[in-house]
């Protein structure tokens, strides 16, 4: 083989390559969500304050699927606590019997409808922390490649008593290795908006959020979730006041991972 055979074979060759890894990176990629119904999935959730370090151990269960292809999931609170310092608080189990939630949802994790049991005295909201991170996010209903981005809204209702609501921006950031497996990772920011009522007394906390979820690539599974919560400011309302409520800036992260 001459010189200038040899130099198109190899000028060939880096073009093919090249090829490949534009294609790859140009792929479309169609996203949803494949846990197996009455199969157990167990995650653990650990959220950081300033002040303190909770946990939840949390089972998620598909139970039923509707004709239109939705999931019905049981979310359960198997246990829970706090460390103060070094000291760890331990919730018992009996009070989390009734710590448990329903969530109707589509494939690409839209809610459809939630279903609180024992509405008036639901461990699972009055037992876990304040962060949401275990709920699955909203994937993008139409294939989408790497670096391309959609917005969601996530509104999670617990109750007659609080609400919050997100407004995220989403980006398909690529494949990488999490926790062992070969993983989707999606990282997503925006607003919160955590709404308590008590009585004629509403209170808005306001804030921002940021963070990534990794997908089982093979499963359709979230293996991990890590998020940052910042809150800036808090709007009360009463007959007799209604306006900026003394809070100071604070903040909280999160990180939730399958366990099995």
Not at 82 to 88: A, D, L
Not at 137 to 142: I, R
Not at 188 to 201: M, P, Q, R, V
Not at 239 to 247: D, E, L, S, T
Request: proline share 2%; aromatic share 10%.
């Amino acid at each position: 083989m001459n010189r200038l055979n040899l130099l198109l074979l190899t000028l060939l060759n880096c073009y093919l390559l090249s090829a490949q890894e534009n294609k790859s990176e140009n792929d479309f990629t169609t996203f949803n969500y494949n846990y197996q119904l009455g199969k157990t999935y167990k995650y653990i959730k650990t959220t950081n304050r300033s002040t303190d370090k909770s946990y939840s151990y949390i089972s998620i269960q598909p139970v039923d699927t509707t004709t239109k292809g939705e999931t019905l999931y049981e979310f359960s609170l198997d246990s829970c606590g706090y460390y103060v310092s070094e000291r760890r608080i331990t919730t018992q189990k009996e009070e989390l019997e009734k710590g448990k939630i329903r969530f109707l949802m589509n494939k690409q994790g839209s809610n459809i409808e939630t279903n609180l049991l024992n509405q008036n005295d639901n461990q699972y909201l009055l037992k876990s922390d304040d962060s949401d991170d275990e709920r699955l996010f909203e994937l993008p209903k139409n294939p989408v490649r790497i670096g391309q981005t959609w917005n969601t809204n996530k509104r999670d209702e617990f109750g007659k008593y609080r609400r919050k609501f997100k407004k995220l921006g989403n980006v398909f950031v690529g494949i990488e290795n999490k926790n062992g497996r070969e993983c989707y990772r999606i990282d997503f920011s925006g607003s919160s908006a955590d709404i308590t009522k008590s009585g004629d007394y509403t209170q808005t906390d306001n804030g921002t959020i940021k963070g990534s979820f990794w997908l089982d690539k093979e499963r359709k599974i979230i293996i991990a979730v890590e998020s940052e919560v910042s809150i800036q400011s808090s709007i009360a309302k009463h007959p007799g006041f209604n306006g900026n409520a003394p809070i100071k800036a604070s903040s909280y992260n999160t990180s939730t991972e399958l366990i099995e």
